[in-house]
């Protein structure tokens, strides 16, 4: 079993870059197939879930071609069965993205039901909803969701929450639906953008993406393109804050400053300086960082998929904090890690009120999920000693070279396998 060891006390300094969005990617990979001609999709980040997403696209007939790390081509002409087996929905839930894709193309889509992250409930019934008033009958039969369709017709759809996985799935079969399809408390997150502009640029008619209301003008067919995906918010917004909790002064490069907003409005209260560029944004914390409150929201709010990444620092800070989790209800788990490593928190329902510590001391952890494990790496990093962090898996299924990156930083980090390698590493870092 792979592991993370880290060795803490290091400001992280300089710059890194960062790669293309992987929620972006996912949905946009499974809308490539929605053409009969080859598609070429660059800055696709080199990560687990991307590997599992694109094995899934070959299963079903599709031709793949890896160009080389952040390129792929994608032919979606030779597919020949419409049915996405378990094993690639429980590795990554965002295969349900082909059931869109597959309906709006074909009429027909047999998805397994979805798994991934275990951060809560993560209902698909505003998924189904949506497919049913297109005019698709869906049912659940065998572990499956089986939708088909004679036709898709344009609708006026109001979903009854905010999702963003509901939003892209539905947008992406309505793109070839008949007629107008106006969908409304839709989410309005960077990737639901960049898969609109993604199709299109294939030929799709979709305006309003970004905003409450999104209206598509379904068409017969996609054409082929070229695209370059956005770069990743999370990504960008962990580094962030792994220079906040080091007292590091970093710069992330390749990003979007608008899509982070809310991470820069809350690295600002907490004390920490913020210099934004055309394509960059620079953070940099001196001394010991001051509580806030935080609470996640749909974009433009605060994200759920930087809460752990800010509950770290919190943990560090001056006075007490508290987070708001409204998002997802299991997100907490990594609280019960941090306490190994002296981090004071109590957790009542949905919020979690820290008491900052001065100094985190070196454990052994466990990554609970993506996020979670991410921000575990950044505690280490700011820690006392010697922290090993296990299941890193769930860190790789959403970080690119995560390592490499904080070495390239100045952090003490390294993958090791077995205990020879650990002691290895103690001995090198003293």
Same mark, same amino acid.
């Given at each position: 079993m792979e592991q993370y060891i880290i060795k803490g006390g290091n400001p992280l300094v300089g710059e890194v870059e960062i790669g293309g969005a992987k929620n972006a990617a996912l949905?946009?990979?499974?809308?490539?197939? #929605?053409?009969? =001609?080859? *598609?070429?999709?660059? %800055?696709?980040?080199?990560?687990?879930?991307?590997?599992?997403?694109?094995?899934?696209? /070959?299963?079903?007939?599709?031709?793949?071609?890896?160009?080389d790390r952040?390129?792929?081509?994608?032919?979606?002409?030779?597919?020949?069965?419409?049915?996405?087996? +378990?094993? +690639?929905? $429980?590795?990554?839930?965002?295969? +349900?993205?082909?059931?869109?894709?597959?309906?709006?193309?074909?009429k027909r889509a047999e998805v397994a039901l979805p798994g991934g992250c275990n951060i809560g409930s993560r209902p698909i019934d505003q998924h189904l909803k949506g497919f049913r008033a297109l005019g698709a009958d869906v049912d659940i039969e065998h572990g499956k969701i089986v939708a088909e369709?004679?036709?898709?017709?344009?609708?006026?759809?109001?979903?009854?929450? !905010?999702?963003?996985?509901?939003?892209? %799935? !539905?947008? #992406?079969?309505?793109? #070839?639906?008949?007629?107008?399809?106006?969908?409304?408390?839709?989410?309005?997150?960077?990737?639901?953008?960049?898969?609109? %502009?993604?199709?299109? /640029?294939?030929?799709?008619?979709?305006?309003?993406?970004?905003?409450?209301?999104? $209206?598509?003008?379904?068409?017969? /067919?996609?054409? $082929?393109?070229? +695209?370059?995906i956005i770069p990743d918010q999370i990504e960008a917004g962990t580094f962030m804050f792994a220079a906040a909790a080091t007292k590091g002064d970093v710069t992330v490069m390749n990003v979007i400053p608008?899509?982070?907003?809310?991470?820069?409005?809350?690295?600002?209260?907490?004390?920490?300086?913020?210099?934004?560029?055309?394509?960059? *944004?620079? *953070?940099?914390? $001196?001394?010991?960082?001051? /509580?806030?409150? !935080?609470?996640?929201?749909?974009?433009?709010?605060?994200?759920?998929?930087?809460?752990?990444?800010?509950? *770290?620092?919190?943990?560090?800070?001056?006075?007490?904090?508290?987070?708001?989790?409204?998002?997802? =209800?299991?997100?907490?788990?990594?609280?019960?890690?941090?306490a190994r490593m002296g981090a004071q928190a109590k957790v009542e329902g949905n919020s979690a009120t820290i008491e900052g510590i001065e100094k985190f001391s070196g454990a052994r952890v466990s990554a609970p999920d993506l996020r979670a494990g991410a921000a575990l790496c950044i505690a280490g990093l700011a820690a006392d000693g010697i922290t090993i962090v296990d299941d890193i898996v769930y860190i790789q299924r959403g970080y690119e070279r995560f390592e490499e990156k904080l070495r390239s930083l100045g952090g003490m980090i390294e993958k090791v396998t077995n205990e020879k390698e650990i002691q290895k590493f103690k001995l090198k870092v003293g």
């Open positions: 949905a946009i990979l499974a809308a490539a197939i #929605m053409t009969n =001609e080859t *598609v070429l999709i660059e %800055n696709l980040p080199d990560v687990n879930d991307i590997n599992v997403m694109l094995e899934a696209i /070959s299963e079903i007939g599709a031709v793949v071609q890896r160009i952040h390129t792929v081509k994608i032919n979606g002409s030779t597919i020949g069965d419409f049915s996405i087996e +378990y094993d +690639y929905i $429980k590795k990554i839930r965002a295969s +349900y993205y082909l059931l869109g894709a597959l309906l709006g193309k074909y369709a004679e036709y898709l017709r344009g609708t006026h759809l109001y979903f009854d929450v !905010v999702s963003v996985g509901a939003t892209i %799935n !539905v947008m #992406m079969a309505a793109a #070839m639906s008949e007629g107008l399809t106006i969908m409304e408390n839709v989410a309005k997150e960077p990737h639901v953008v960049d898969v609109a %502009n993604f199709l299109n /640029s294939m030929g799709a008619n979709i305006r309003g993406a970004g905003t409450d209301v999104i $209206k598509i003008r379904g068409v017969h /067919s996609l054409h $082929k393109t070229e +695209y370059s608008k899509h982070l907003d809310a991470t820069i409005s809350k690295l600002i209260d907490i004390g920490c300086e913020v210099e934004e560029f055309d394509d960059a *944004v620079r *953070v940099v914390a $001196k001394g010991r960082l001051r /509580s806030t409150q !935080v609470k996640t929201l749909p974009y433009p709010g605060y994200p759920t998929d930087m809460q752990p990444q800010i509950g *770290v620092v919190l943990a560090l800070a001056k006075g007490t904090s508290t987070i708001t989790e409204s998002i997802f =209800e299991n997100r907490f788990k990594y609280l019960g890690e941090l």
